[in-house]
């Protein structure tokens, strides 16, 4: 898709979307309710886009294949959105935006009900890349037509509203999506994140008024971080931080059963704590990147590579496995805010832009690293993962602490 669909064409005017849109802007509690709209479609996207990881063993012995090859299915969507990002962001110029929002939903529902029902692992693959698709659309749109739905003194608050949707998704989806699959099996679990997304088109439909956007944005804008050298070092941090975390993190239920030894039912209660230490993080980590964002940079890579290299040295048993999933889950609590507050600083004026590239930056480092892990654990098991794994997160550290120092920062408020 090089652009976003409009309504698609039909004999009764009254079943176009355009059809549901108020006149005006939506005051109010419909201008909220319109936000969180946004915010739980973000957050659909991308647990849709994690949840195959807490699935893992269970998708690969459904549709017989190994669980190298199972990684695909973050690998797959992560190239597709590192493009789609970019592409979708210039190729959509002036067109309103609450039409691209509702295309996006609209897609990420084909996409679990296709994944639902894929009778083998190369339809699984064409429901990934139309997932794709969605997360490179929802990371660079959301923000902004959210931000558009409310009064200037609250753009802020709208914000962080999405912001919390993407960083509640990143944690909360690995687990959700064991615990729906330990109940009625992975396939059901592709088929609630499908209703969710249904719930939410059916908002957007009501409640998103005309969205246009101030301005087209031009190929030339998206080159405007590139010229920022705080932006160049976050984005070169990303690529190592988020491809050494993913090779990792693809395999995270392996892990748990095969070196820590626990049983189903363990691991499902672990990958929930993941979840829930992780949640608590996002909201630590918007009290420290206020702060500094560097700082809490920094600390989130150390906490990181400390639970990866642990986890090949801590034993068996469910104290040590509990150890490593705490600390590796307050550690990526506190990622995404780190990384978007660092864009912050590094383009205020050209947000967008960072947006689009820092989308980017984080998909292709998602889809490396989980290519690089499933190399790896195919050919030299899940502790070898954990230990190249840790190494690219320690080159993530060097880089903030030797290169971070280099560039002016500023307080910003993120959450």
Known sequence: MTHAPSAHPCADPCLSPDAFAPPAAAPGRAAWLAVGSIAVGTFATVSTEFMPIGLLTDIAAGLDVSAGTAGLMITVPGVLAAFAGPTLIVASGKLDRRTVLIALSVLLIASNVLAAFAPNFGTMLVARLLLGLCVGGFWTFAPAAATQLVPAASKARAMSLVLAGVSAATVLGVPAGAYLGALAGWRAAFAVTGALATAVLLVQLWLLPALPPARAIRPRDLLTPLTRRMAQVGLLAVLFFIAGHFAAY??????????????????????????????????????????????????????????????????????????????????????????????????????????????????????????????????????????????????????????????????????
Request: net charge positive; aromatic share 8%.
């Open 250 to 415: 693809t395999y995270l239920k392996p892990l748990l059963q095969q070196v820590f030894g626990l049983p189903p039912s363990a691991v499902a209660t672990l990958l929930l704590v993941y979840g829930a230490v992780g949640f608590v993080g996002t909201f630590v980590g918007g009290s420290l990147v206020a702060r500094s964002v560097r700082g809490t940079t920094l600390l989130a890579a150390l906490m990181l590579a400390a639970a990866l290299l642990l986890s090949t040295v801590a034993g068996t048993g469910m104290v040590a496995g509990t150890a490593v999933v705490v600390v590796w889950g307050l550690a990526f609590g506190l990622i995404p805010v780190a990384l978007t507050g660092w864009m912050m600083e590094a383009v205020p004026d050209a947000p967008e832009a960072g947006q689009a590239l820092l989308v980017s930056g984080f998909q292709v480092a998602i889809a490396l690293g989980s290519l690089v892990g499933g190399v790896v654990v195919d050919g030299y098991g899940i502790s070898r993962t954990m230990l190249v794994s840790g190494a690219l997160v320690l080159a993530a550290a060097a880089i903030v602490f030797a290169y971070g120092r280099m560039v002016a920062t500023r307080r910003v408020p993120v959450a």
